[in-house]
């Protein structure tokens, strides 16, 4: 698969970045057939989080391939903290606690991307810079990011943490695309010119921050598929004239669309369906003309003024 740079790092990932959100789906068997069908298709870019499962997840996936020291240096695993019940914490004491338990359930030494997983309201900076210097100087973690923040917080992070920040994972779909739309829909007066994030497409390439998109198939927030479903038929239709002129999926396309930006995004995949993951992976072989990227966000009632 196709590789590009994490943010700044020197570290070289896939193209996409393999969910581990619903492992705890499979059966033990099923789970390491997938890991190992996903490492031998070259996405051996793991993306987890603390809250998976209740940390099963995690659990689930080292118990699958049987973690050693021999199977870690095949893969790179980032996962994500700072979600409590009821409460977002990016407290110097959580995000120490959370990554020894991250670290425990997945039967590592290390985590190759440590990412804060939503803003946290009362989040004090310095004690976000004291836990990121306390894990990167213990060896616990070796890059660290953000997910679903915006560029002023970011900025925030940024005065009192010294590591790069190299990926930020945010939302984005076809059917979900405003970091895309308000920047078209300059200076217009409808919903699409809304700036609803802070221009945090171009803050983060500006600032060598790879976009991890989440959700790549979904519409709304988590309201479902927007593939072969009958509220998109423009856009199914849109899609699936590409599909067979290329001779791949529906499934591929959509995952191209999101490479095809010169972001150079990594897109997280969710799917626990081996071959749905092949398809997604097929993406990185294809590269859209600019008239078939237009014509599907164009399909999706995006606008161009």
């Known amino acids: 698969m196709r590789t590009i ?23 033990k068997n099923e789970a390491e057939h997938f890991i190992q069908t996903a490492i031998e298709e070259g996405a051996n870019f793991f993306d987890h ?18 973690m050693n020291a021999a199977v870690r240096e095949k893969m790179i695993l980032q996962s994500k903290c700072g979600i409590r ?19 425990k359930r997945l039967k ?28 990167e100087q213990s060896g616990k973690v070796r890059h660290f990011g953000i997910s679903n923040q915006k560029p002023m917080q970011i900025e925030l992070l ?27 829909n300059v200076n217009m007066e409808n919903d699409s010119a809304v700036d609803r994030d802070g221009s945090v497409l171009d803050y983060c390439r500006l600032n060598d921050i790879t976009i991890q998109p989440w959700s790549p198939f979904q ?9 072969d479903n009958d509220k998109f038929p423009e856009l199914n239709q849109a899609i699936n004239e590409i599909a067979n002129k ?18 150079n995004m990594q897109p997280v995949t969710g799917t626990m369906n081996i071959d749905r993951l092949k398809d997604c992976i097929k993406a990185s072989d294809i590269q859209l003309t600019r008239e078939e990227w237009y014509s599907i966000y164009r399909a999706a009632g995006n606008i161009l003024p």
């Not at 700044?8 to 970045?17: D, K, R």
């Not at 290390?110 to 009362?122: E, G, K, N």
């Not at 009192?160 to 078209?184: C, D, E, H, R």
């Open 49 to 66: 989080a603390d809250i998976y499962g209740g940390g099963e997840c995690e659990e689930i996936f080292a118990d699958a391939i049987h």
């Open 108 to 135: 590592t030494e290390y985590l190759d991307v440590l990412l804060l997983h939503r803003p946290d309201a009362l989040v004090e900076p310095e004690e976000v810079a004291e836990a990121f210097d306390i894990l």
């Open 219 to 227: 519409y709304g927030f988590f309201e479902g598929v927007f593939l």
């Open 85 to 103: 019940k009821g409460m977002f914490d990016f407290s110097k004491e959580h995000i120490l606690n959370s990554v020894d338990g991250i670290l």
């Open 158 to 184: 940024k005065k009192y943490v010294k590591q790069p920040l190299v990926a930020n994972q945010l939302q984005l779909s076809i059917t979900n695309a405003n970091m895309i739309s308000n920047g078209i």
């Open 5 to 27: 740079k994490l943010g700044s790092s020197t570290l070289e990932v896939p193209a996409i970045a393999v969910g581990c959100m619903r492992i705890n789906s499979l059966d």
């Open 246 to 263: 290329y001779g791949v999926s529906n499934t591929t396309i959509t995952i191209a669309w999101l490479l095809r930006h010169p972001a």
